[in-house]
């Protein structure tokens, strides 16, 4: 199954890096390294930059910020680092970091090596080269819903996991914050859901359902699996927004992104990953299955769910805006004040729904 292993590309010219500075600061911390490497780039997020490092023999994946993002902002790569430092004794998806460079000289900004994972990615669907039918796409899943399980179960009172977040009262600070964000994202034309926002404030839950690690972007195109058994999950991605936070919350941002068979085409079109494929659990089971797995209660979702979505929508809004203003001019982003609005329109479904 080769041929499915997710492949990097051919180096952006506006994504390039001093290659030569790179390997003169890895030889000088890691073992074993020859020759100068190739680079190539990964297609995968829309944020921080992933690549390929080839020596001989040898293969490593850097991920630094884009161009012009500063240490501080969103795009911190030294804490995603450290993160998975921290947790990779407690829970083994999470790649080898080998090297972290804190000296912003070497390429303009900070950034971080690990191994690399090789294996298959599945984006918006699932290629018919891995032989998955109905059956064991199922199985697939719910194996996809154990690793989340798991790292809900990690065990936080190890000193090296405390400092990942401020732990109770998450749901709180999180409906505050993003409220503010998307309050602050707004352009003309916006849609205020204020209405959103007072239910969101009005019906949290009071308290947290714990304290666990949460990944805060957990979908299939931040697992890696097995390029001999892709019913076998042997990595987990893009740690940048893990924190220490409340379960369901995680499961609720999960859930934001998946879109089943029976979605409405317009919410089809945001589909980034092949949870709509035959096999796949729908939405309500997905709920009912991690339930049964971790004994929290998830009968009353539906906050979880409106959260989710609601996140979705802001992130969402931050980049039309930032297209408004001439920040970015893909023209892609045309359209995603339109998409804010449809999201907030399930939004109030959800809530409609909730009040029969």
Same mark, same amino acid.
């Given at each position: 199954?080769?041929?499915?292993?997710?492949?990097?590309?051919?180096?952006?010219?506006?994504?390039?890096?001093?290659?030569?500075?790179?390997?003169?600061?890895?030889?000088?911390?890691?073992?074993?390294?020859? *020759?100068?490497?190739?680079?190539?780039?990964?297609?995968?997020?829309?944020?921080?930059?992933?690549?390929?490092?080839?020596?001989?023999?040898?293969?490593?994946?850097?991920?630094?910020? @884009?161009?012009?993002? #500063?240490?501080?902002?969103?795009?911190?790569?030294?804490?995603?680092?450290?993160?998975?430092?921290?947790? #990779?004794?407690?829970?083994?998806?999470? @790649?080898?970091?080998?090297?972290?460079?804190?000296?912003?000289?070497?390429?303009?900004?900070?950034?971080?090596?690990?191994?690399?994972?090789?294996?298959?990615?599945?984006?918006? /669907?699932?290629?018919?080269?891995?032989?998955? /039918?109905?059956?064991?796409?199922?199985?697939?899943?719910?194996?996809?819903? /154990?690793?989340?399980?798991?790292?809900?179960?990690?065990?936080?009172?190890?000193?090296?996991?405390?400092?990942? *977040? #401020?732990?109770?009262?998450?749901?709180?600070?999180?409906?505050?914050?993003?409220?503010?964000?998307?309050?602050?994202?707004?352009?003309?034309?916006?849609?205020?859901?204020?209405?959103?926002?007072?239910?969101?404030?009005?019906?949290?839950?009071?308290?947290?359902?714990?304290?666990?690690?949460?990944?805060?972007?957990?979908?299939?195109?931040?697992?890696?699996?097995?390029?001999?058994?892709?019913?076998?999950?042997?990595?987990?991605?893009?740690?940048?927004?893990?924190?220490?936070?409340?379960?369901?919350?995680?499961?609720? $941002?999960?859930?934001?992104?998946?879109?089943?068979? /029976?979605?409405?085409?317009?919410?089809?079109?945001?589909?980034?990953? @092949?949870?709509?494929? @035959? $096999?796949?659990?729908?939405?309500?089971?997905?709920?009912?299955?991690?339930?049964?797995?971790?004994?929290?209660?998830?009968?009353?979702?539906?906050?979880?769910?409106?959260?989710?979505?609601?996140?979705?929508?802001?992130?969402?809004?931050?980049?039309?805006?930032?297209?408004?203003?001439?920040?970015?001019?893909?023209?892609?982003?045309? $359209?995603?004040?339109?998409?804010?609005?449809?999201?907030?329109?399930?939004?109030? *479904?959800?809530?409609?729904?909730?009040?029969?």
């Amino acid at each position: 199954m080769s041929d499915t292993l997710d492949q990097a590309r051919t180096l952006r010219e506006e994504d390039a890096f001093d290659i030569a500075g790179v390997d003169a600061f890895l030889k000088q911390h890691l073992e074993g390294l020859h *020759g100068v490497p190739t680079v190539a780039q990964f297609s995968g997020g829309a944020s921080n930059l992933t690549y390929l490092l080839n020596y001989p023999g040898r293969e490593l994946v850097l991920r630094r910020p @884009p161009a012009g993002a #500063k240490a501080k902002s969103a795009h911190d790569m030294l804490r995603e680092a450290q993160v998975m430092a921290a947790l #990779k004794p407690h829970y083994p998806y999470v @790649p080898g970091i080998l090297a972290i460079c804190d000296d912003a000289a070497v390429i303009g900004q900070h950034f971080y090596v690990m191994e690399r994972l090789r294996g298959s990615i599945l984006r918006r /669907d699932v290629p018919p080269e891995l032989g998955l /039918d109905a059956e064991r796409t199922r199985q697939l899943c719910t194996a996809f819903i /154990d690793r989340l399980v798991e790292l809900h179960q990690v065990d936080t009172a190890s000193p090296a996991l405390q400092h990942l *977040g #401020k732990g109770e009262g998450y749901i709180a600070r999180q409906v505050v914050g993003w409220s503010e964000r998307w309050r602050q994202a707004a352009t003309e034309g916006t849609d205020p859901c204020e209405d959103v926002l007072a239910w969101l404030a009005e019906t949290r839950p009071a308290h947290d359902n714990a304290t666990c690690v949460i990944h805060n972007d957990y979908r299939f195109d931040n697992v890696v699996l097995d390029p001999h058994e892709p019913l076998h999950i042997i990595g987990v991605l893009d740690w940048e927004m893990a924190t220490l936070g409340d379960p369901l919350m995680d499961l609720g $941002g999960a859930l934001a992104y998946w879109v089943q068979a /029976d979605d409405d085409a317009v919410f089809q079109s945001f589909r980034r990953q @092949p949870s709509n494929a @035959p $096999g796949m659990l729908t939405r309500c089971e997905v709920i009912d299955y991690y339930g049964a797995r971790t004994g929290w209660s998830v009968d009353n979702f539906d906050f979880y769910e409106v959260f989710g979505l609601f996140r979705l929508m802001v992130i969402i809004q931050q980049i039309y805006r930032r297209f408004v203003l001439g920040q970015t001019t893909r023209a892609q982003f045309a $359209g995603f004040g339109d998409a804010a609005r449809y999201i907030g329109a399930r939004c109030r *479904g959800v809530i409609a729904r909730s009040a029969l």
